[in-house]
């Protein structure tokens, strides 16, 4: 199959498929896709870490009492024509096993394919999982053994967590909620983010380029001390505990010893932080914690929208 790099043109409902000689474009267009499921188990890594990758595809972690890493996997591939489309998908593997004590799932693509995979993935909730896509959502609902989620393009929701939390989209939204966070480290660069619950003592940060901040500490949750805010924005208000202040400066949430500093930044959007008493804190979370079913999907991962007709990138 003749690979070649694309430029597409998309003119109300028509695509035009433009080439140059010049500039080495050759006409393309890119109408038909094929799929198929793959069902595979991981041995669980010594190490207790697992390390996921995908392309163009979204990645969801679930999290139940398992004695191996249980992947789910919908592998799409895409062409001109459906023979063209499936020569393709027939291109693309699902690499799964265990190397230097690190268990790891990755999709690779050949570059010049269109194509990817959205991936489900259930593994004990123990272990230390780093996710990433090059286009796609990440999810996943009750971590303890620390998440870093990573995405070049989709939003990322990591809801009752605990440990470390590391998140990082191009483009796209993020919620972090838990207990317990350590080195809380969030960063996109056009999105909305949103954090409820509690930290760790230790620094931690949020920043957006483009996007408001909302955040609810639940402070006196536990006995470490206070939380230190300090919230900046070049176009936007800052609200601490109900009050307008001044962006850049810094505020102490509850009484007591500051044990935690977190650090809001956003060029373009307000920022909301508040704290919430203890009591109401230790309420709400045994409200999720009845509630949680973490054995069950949230929702399947949706494939992700189809990308600019260019060579897909190799999750390698």
Known sequence: MKKSSVFA???????LALSSVGCGLIASMVAETAKRTESIEVPLPE?????IKTVNGGIECLWSDVDAIEVQAVVHGRGR?????????????????VNDGE???????????????????????????????TNGAIRTDGIVGGMTAKTSNGKIEIKNAKGVVHANSSNGNITVDGDHLKDLQVQTSNGRVEVSGNLEPGDHSVNTSNGA???RLFEGASPEGATSVTATTSNGKVIVNGSKVKSGS???????KTAATLRLTTSNGSIDVSSVPSELANSETADNADNADHSKSLAPAPDAPAPPATPSVVAE
Do not use: M, Y
Not at 82 to 89: F, G, M, R, S, T
Not at 91 to 97: A, K, N, W, Y
Not at 250 to 256: D, K, P, R, V, Y
């Open 9 to 15: 043109l998309h003119v109300g409902t028509v695509w």
């Open 81 to 97: 024509t459906i023979e063209a489309a499936q020569e393709n998908l027939d291109l693309i593997e699902l690499q799964t096993g």
């Open 103 to 133: 268990a790891f799932i990755r999709v690779a693509v050949p570059i010049g394919i269109s194509g990817g995979a959205s991936l489900v993935v259930t593994l004990p909730k123990s272990l230390e999982v780093e996710a990433t896509s």
């Open 250 to 256: 810094s505020h102490q949430l509850a009484e007591g």
């Open 213 to 215: 901040i909302h955040v």
């Open 47 to 51: 190490s207790g870490k697992c390390v």
